[in-house]
């Protein structure tokens, strides 16, 4: 269980929806480990910065969380957490492992601005 | 207009926090800018039992959380997952520039801890999360039943290892000297364990994929040859080293090891400039002292008005 401030998606199905409906979303797919956290902080951070983005984390270890774990863009993918950027629909990036504040950032304004 | 501070402290770790609680309280207008978010390395500590105060281990994201939200409580403001791009320490006044914008300050506390070392060895970065880890715990499960080389000999490289040990199905250790530095009764349960290989006064040159493999090159430190290796992943534990790129353009002084100095009041050498926390040149560093260190510059700019 992800006991952050951030909203964690539940299911396959929810994600389905939220990137159907929302031009830009970011997904934090980890745990409550030393790696994920400081990127969940950051997205919490983000969510007042950035009004367009849609930030969630979900976990990694839920069933559901195949979706992610199963992305083509996440198959060389050796470390917590992976962070997958959504632009109408597709995945238009995704990180694995931590990220500081000026990556997630460049990273935004790369594909999501 | 320029917004004006009594005090601006960078770095929201446990030091940090405790000096905003302590000068919010004492009627200083405070501001915690922070590169990452509030909490530093305790935030991501998964239980902490040694803090006073708590009977049972409270979860190091918790008391990062509450000590946070006391400094707010308090008054203190945070401008969190910024960039500071611009610093200006000596003069009466000091000035931090967020994200390109400067924000004035009488006094200046730098609390910005220390991160894990890397080896900044070429590949380093680019198979970070992808070959390259610096956490058994998050990604060990990655490399069940798979074989691993382990960067380090000190008490974090072996506890990790020792975790590690759960998952993996054999570790090689670098190590840049031709003992362990972790403690014996760490050591000798990793030199005991038939799974584990160690190569002696030996440091990574380069990292390489080949495959599915990560090749790692590696320089004997006595005799210059290069050996290479190829394993399923990497692990790098290698100490810390104190957050302190934001000053190289300060005078400020720093110890033989990087480390700031100061004195018994966490003065630097410069005026209206603190240090606390594991920036600061000490010998302990726990989030105790972080707290105590926090805690005296406060009440030091608050005593001198």
């Known amino acids: 269980m992800l006991s952050t401030n951030l909203t964690t998606i539940q299911s396959k199905e929810e994600l389905a929806d939220l990137i159907a409906k929302n031009e830009k979303v970011a997904v934090c797919c980890g745990r409550m480990g030393p790696m994920c956290i400081p990127v969940y902080d950051i997205f919490e951070v983000f969510q007042e910065k950035y009004p367009d983005i849609v930030f969630r984390n979900m976990d990694f270890d839920s069933p559901d969380a195949a979706v992610i774990r199963n992305l083509p863009e996440c198959r ?23 990220q500081t504040s000026k990556q997630v950032k460049d990273i935004i304004t790369e594909v999501l601005e | 207009m320029q917004k004006n501070y009594d005090l601006i402290v960078i770095g929201a770790g446990p030091a940090g926090l405790a000096a905003a609680i302590y000068a919010a309280r004492g009627s200083l207008s405070t501001l915690v800018v922070d590169e990452s978010s509030a909490g530093g390395q305790v935030k991501t500590t998964h239980q902490v039992a040694n803090y006073p105060g708590f009977i049972e281990p409270i979860s190091g994201y918790e008391l990062a959380g509450n000590m946070r939200k006391q400094a707010e409580r308090y008054g203190a403001a945070f401008d969190l997952a910024i960039e500071i791009t611009g610093l200006s320490l000596s003069g009466q006044q000091k000035f931090v520039e967020v994200d390109g914008e400067k924000i004035g300050a009488k006094n200046i506390i730098l609390a910005t801890g220390s991160s894990p070392r890397l080896l900044d060895a070429p590949g380093e970065q680019e198979f970070k999360g992808n070959g390259i880890s610096y956490c058994a715990t998050c990604d060990g499960d990655f490399y069940k039943g798979k074989d691993v080389v382990v960067v380090g000999g000190g008490n974090s490289a072996m506890e990790e290892s020792l975790l590690l040990l759960q998952y993996v199905n054999s570790i090689t250790v670098i190590h840049q000297f031709d003992v362990l530095q972790a403690e014996k009764v ?21 990292f390489e994929r080949v495959n599915d493999k990560m090749r790692v090159v590696a320089e004997n430190l006595k005799t210059k040859e290069m050996v290479s290796i190829e394993r399923d992943g990497v692990f790098v534990f290698i100490g810390l080293k104190p957050n302190t790129g934001l000053f190289e353009k300060t005078s400020l002084q720093l110890s033989e090891h990087g ?35 926090g805690t005296i510059a406060a009440l030091e700019i608050i005593r001198k008005g």
């Open chain 1, 76 to 98: 060389l993918f050796n470390g917590l957490p992976f962070t997958v950027y959504y632009r109408n629909g597709k995945v238009v990036k995704a990180t694995s492992s931590i």
């Open chain 2, 186 to 206: 760490t050591a000798d349960k990793m030199l005991a364990n038939p799974k584990v290989s160690f190569l002696w006064s030996h440091e990574p040159r380069k």
């Open chain 2, 259 to 293: 480390y700031l100095l100061t004195n018994d009041k966490m003065e630097t050498n410069l005026p209206g400039v603190y240090a606390v926390g594991d920036v600061r040149a000490k010998q302990y560093r726990q989030i105790t002292t972080a707290v105590s260190d």
